[in-house]
């Protein structure tokens, strides 16, 4: 098998992880409100619960970055951070009581860490003009599962029946369900997963092809009927000369690799200008983003009367449009530079938050329009959010080290996280008091894009022609 198709094939599988994830947000999330209210729990819980998830997901993001970069595998890792999804769901099938469930969505969250050994491969992995593109396909990914979920709750919410000490209803089913499914997936990475080699911006095919010999010396039986593409054969001096500065020049680059950090400073890499405005853009987008979902079911609930079907519906439209979004955007990442799909998103996202802030805290109209002003607001939340999403992961990965990729990645995964976990607390907490909560998002986007104005000329990777004349006089 080469390395082509080995490659295509782990961002395959990359994709079933991401729709996995999407899966069990989606089959999780309309229940969970019911689920802790018979489990007794107070309100606040709501927070608590989809809080924990990023809690552990933020602290073990950067050391998984930091193992990935260091050993330059990530199939380990992955398998390694699916046992904790395969142990955090079973527990939250099992649900005695408010507290195990709690801890049921921390241990989850374990294997919510490993995206940032994902991002920092496929940084690797890329090419620097068709990473954006990959990037919005992955999440789109993670978005067909928040649009399959709603299917699979179709039948889960039927589930009414004991499997030994444990009962299967509508509210305890996600947690086994996903337990199933994420330990078929542990049978995929093993068999689909390839941690193939890094392809760099200069000459990374090569190395692929260096690498690639390399394996086929160690396994010398597979394909040996065919006729071998890499053979010595007899080279002039100044072939010899080239060939001998070629592979010193790989050898240094491998001694590097070993340790990635070496001259590695945090201070210097994140609190640069143009990286503290990506963080700041991650941790709003995602504390926004967050805080209207925790809104939502409690809202439909209150003026629509919407129940676990009613909400697995709305989900499932809303991952349709996000799905074309990002399509959208990877279409429109080839025709304009990153910084401009970032703008667009902020924008909108500014005009839906105004939007919620002027229709939905003060509902009036009669049914017909409060249900019109809902879906107007939600659609124009879920439209800003493909643009910030992917341009922001997109540009992360260009302005920061390519060599600690998996690092840096935990760290914006990080910052996110503890969007995720403050955004469901500012929200269940205010659920009464949407002009204080909604007035507090608009002003942390405005804030976000005036960021953004100001530093817009510094939101912008290093060309092609800018690496090549640094890795000419480096060299």
Known sequence: MDNHLKRNLTFLTIGLIFMLSGIEYAVILPTIWRYLQILEAPPYFLGLGLSAFSLTGLLTGPLFGFWSDRSKSTKSIILFSNLFEIAGNFMYFIGYSKWLLLCSRLVAGVGAGAGSSIFGFLTRSTRPEERAGIFAAIMACRQAGLLVGPAFNLFLRLCDFKLGPFVVNKYTSPGIFMCLLWVLLQFVVLAMYWDVPPISSEGGAVMVEMKQEENEEEVPLMGSDEEPVHTYRAVNSDQLETSTSSEMQAVHGASAVSNPFKNFSASREFL????????????????????????????????????????????????????????????????????????????????????????????????????????????????????????????????????????????????????????????????????????????LLIMITVMTVLSYNRLTEPTPVQCAQSSDSGG
């Open 272 to 443: 640069r200008e143009e990286v503290v405005v990506l963080l700041t853009a991650q941790f709003i987008t995602l504390f926004n983003q967050t805080a209207l979902e925790t809104m939502v079911t409690p809202l439909t609930q209150r003026y629509f009367s919407f129940g676990e079907l009613a909400n697995s519906l709305m989900y499932s439209l809303c991952g349709v449009e996000v799905i074309l979004g990002f399509f959208f955007v990877r279409w429109l990442s080839r025709k304009v530079e990153d910084r401009v799909v970032l703008a667009v998103g902020l924008v909108i996202c500014c005009a839906a938050c105004i939007w919620c802030l002027i229709f939905l805290c003060n509902p009036r109209g009669g049914y017909g329009w409060e249900l019109s002003a809902f879906i107007i607001g939600v659609f124009l939340q879920l439209l800003g959010l493909p643009f910030v999403a992917v341009s922001q992961v997109s540009l992360f990965s260009k302005v920061t080290a390519e060599k600690t990729q998996g690092f840096s990645q935990g760290v914006r995964r990080s910052v996110g996280g503890l969007a995720t976990i403050l955004g469901p607390l500012w929200a269940g907490g205010l659920t009464n008091n949407l002009y204080i909560m909604l007035g507090m998002m608009l002003a």
